[in-house]
């Protein structure tokens, strides 16, 4: 079947079975492979985007579901060359380590801040529970999500 | 993983799902948030061949005033339930159990509906639907029936909806702000529970129900009696696993779960009936 999905602006038109995750039409016909797949069964997070600017694992969504929506991957948030401000934190604060999960992190981090722009730390820990990082124990990814929010 | 192949149709109205599922059978599922059904067709646990999308059915994502009642339709998502402020207002229960079903990602894609016709007895708005006394409406070929939550869910995954049906509203009684609490034991932030224990008050009567306690979300009557004629919390809680099958998994045995079950129904009385 063919669809079309506005992914960080372009419009991606392509024939896909019904079958295809979102995650692979992202990384294998969209080649944008900033999405990682970590679980590959909505426990880890890393292949976390918006999906009509709302956080969604995309190995658990099917490509079709989301013809006709825009989707912003981890590639989507620069503008003019510069890192947003989560991706700017997440440098600042050093909120990675080997960077497997970041992108999924970083999409979180921006859905959640646009449901609460003043998170408290609960806040930030509670709302990236979906989202699994075995390197950093957490702690500089929640600091970066508060910075980030005191960016305006 | 890979789901198996299947046959993929966007419906864009409730008739369209019926007639879809009248001419597939069993071949076909309804596709709603796809959080639980889409794990298990990437396990192919579940194969259907013809997926009839409901995602887009916005006519059936409300949250509304029926004067006695509230009505929800069967496609309104977690996210939705979490933030509404009519829920905040008339069945804050409802609206705070929604907002522990699994992660941001999960909630603002899975719907009340799935959770219902899924019928697993881990998940947790069965059991506070059931101890709201709450009925479901459901269409089917033959027209529109309402059932009471109380005889819904027949056992683990397995619930009255027959193969042709689809659920289309649950109306739930207002039970204004009280307070309500819920213990949700699990061992990852995001998971289901091992066991869940809800306590609120509702209509003059104490309300107590158990997740993940046996086949079905358990109305937990006995710890309720109790609380009825006069026990105190801790002795009404110690009933909370009598009439219960608990499971025995990797994550806990029969008699631990048990155990829990009347930890966590103390801890959600306490705070709840104050
Ligand atoms: C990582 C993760 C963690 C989770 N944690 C929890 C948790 O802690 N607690 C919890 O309760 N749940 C949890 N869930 C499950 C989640 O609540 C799902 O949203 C819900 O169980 C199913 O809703 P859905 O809309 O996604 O349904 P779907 O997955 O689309 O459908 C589920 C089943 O219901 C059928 N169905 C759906 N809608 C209808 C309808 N209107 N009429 C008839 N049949 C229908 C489908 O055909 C399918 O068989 C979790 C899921 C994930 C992926
Ligand atoms: S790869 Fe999607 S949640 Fe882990
Ligand atoms: S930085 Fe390595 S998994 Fe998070």
Known sequence: MKISISVNGDKQTHDVEPRTLLVQFLREQANLTGTKVGCDTSSCGACTVLVDGESAKSCTMFAAQADGSAVTTIEGLMTDGKFNRVQQSFQDEHGLQCGFCTAGMVMAAVSLLEEIPNPTESDVRIGLEGNLCRCTGYHNIVKAVMAAARVK | ?274
């Open chain 2, 1 to 274: 993983m890979i789901p198996a192949s299947f046959e993929y149709i966007r419906v864009d109205s409730t008739e369209q799902v019926i007639a879809g599922l009248a001419e597939y059978g069993d071949e076909a599922k309804i596709l709603a948030g796809g959080m639980s059904l889409i794990p298990l067709m990437k396990l192919r646990l579940a194969t259907p061949t013809v997926l009839l999308d409901a995602g887009r059915l916005d006519d059936l994502s409300y949250i509304s005033d029926k004067g006695d009642y509230l009505a929800l339709g069967a496609l309104t998502r977690h996210r939705d339930l979490e933030t509404s402020d009519l829920l905040a207002k008339e069945c804050a229960v409802l609206r705070g159990v929604a907002a522990e079903v699994g992660d941001n990602q999960v909630r603002h894609r899975g719907t009340i509906g799935g959770s219902v016709a899924h019928g697993d007895p881990a998940s947790d708005l069965p059991a506070v639907l059931v101890a709201l006394e709450a009925e479901f409406v459901v269409e089917g070929p033959s027209g529109s029936r309402t059932l009471a939550s109380a005889n819904f869910f027949k056992g683990f995954l397995e619930t009255e909806l027959s193969e042709t049906e689809m659920l289309t509203e649950i109306r739930v009684p207002k039970t204004g702000a009280t307070n309500w609490s819920y213990h949700k034991f699990n061992r990852r932030a995001q998971d289901w529970a091992i066991v869940g224990a809800l306590a609120f008050r509702a209509q003059d009567s104490s309300r107590v129900a158990l997740v993940n306690m046996g086949s079905v979300p358990i109305r937990a009557t006995a710890v309720e009696q109790a609380l009825a004629s006069g026990a105190s919390h801790a002795e009404a809680a110690d009933q909370a696993a009598v009439g219960t099958e608990a499971p025995e998994d990797s994550n806990a045995s029969s008699a631990y779960r048990e155990h829990l079950s009347r930890v966590l129904v103390k801890r959600a009385l306490d705070e709840a009936l104050v």
